[in-house]
């Protein structure tokens, strides 16, 4: 049975996508099999591993809306021993079209099921807000990893998070768990980034995982050529910094 893990941050620039395909693409080069879904409208983690949004007619709209089964819109072996669920445009009016529908919180959750025991990992990237969308990921997901970047207002929107993620808890998914906290674009030769990390670790009350990522150039390039760090540059920091990321996820789960 796969882990399902829902990446997720309501506020935006947090590295989010970022941290969605490379410890996906990390996993599954560490010999997992790995199902990366999009379920962010931007659609960014579609593009980031190479594929078009607007060439798939089954994605994740036609999922939610059930016009297509899940296999239907899987995109099979991306990369060795990953696939890839892509998003589409048109996903931003799934929060119109599904109302009155009843337990639409439930739609991904009973699409995972029939395939979770085809994967290791189940990685869902979230929208940067606390939307259906959003909702849906985390009724889904066992864990939900909360990438934090390294800035000033690291902490701002993080306890309404963790108080919607409670509230599922208590009346959609009680098996929710928080897994971690990931720091993102850390930047070694500032004051701010080593102050940040030393403030959350004082203020947050949740696990913080050691691998932290670091500003990268290489890492900023990689979606622009539509793959992951692993195969742009897979020896940049960059890429080490999620393979140590997926090696301490992988340690933790066992």
Known sequence: MSRILAIANQKGGVGKTTTAINLSAALAEAGQRVLAVDADPQGNMTSGFGLDKN????????????????????VKEVLPR????????????????????????????????KIQKD??????????????????????????????????????????????????????????????????????RTNLSMQVVENVKENLDQKIFRSIIPRNVRLAEAPSFGMPITEYDSRCQGAQAYRNLADELLNDLQ
Request: charged fraction near 25%; glycine fraction near 4%; aromatic fraction near 8%.
């Open 55 to 74: 060439e798939y007619e089954n994605n994740t709209y036609t999922l939610m809306l059930g016009d297509s089964t899940i296999r239907e819109s899987i």
């Open 82 to 113: 990953l696939d890839v669920l892509p998003s589409s445009v048109d996903l931003a009016a799934t929060e119109i079209e599904l109302v009155g529908i009843d337990k639409k919180e439930y739609i991904l959750q009973k699409a995972l099921r």
């Open 119 to 188: 994967y290791d990992f189940i990685l869902i990237d979230c929208p940067p807000s606390l939307n259906t969308l959003t909702i849906n990921a985390l009724t889904a997901a066992d864990r939900v990893i909360v990438p934090i970047q390294c800035e000033y207002y690291a902490l701002e929107g993080l306890s309404q998070l963790i108080y919607t993620i409670d509230l599922i808890r208590q009346r959609l998914n009680p098996k929710l768990e928080i897994e971690g906290v990931v720091f993102t674009m850390y930047d070694a």
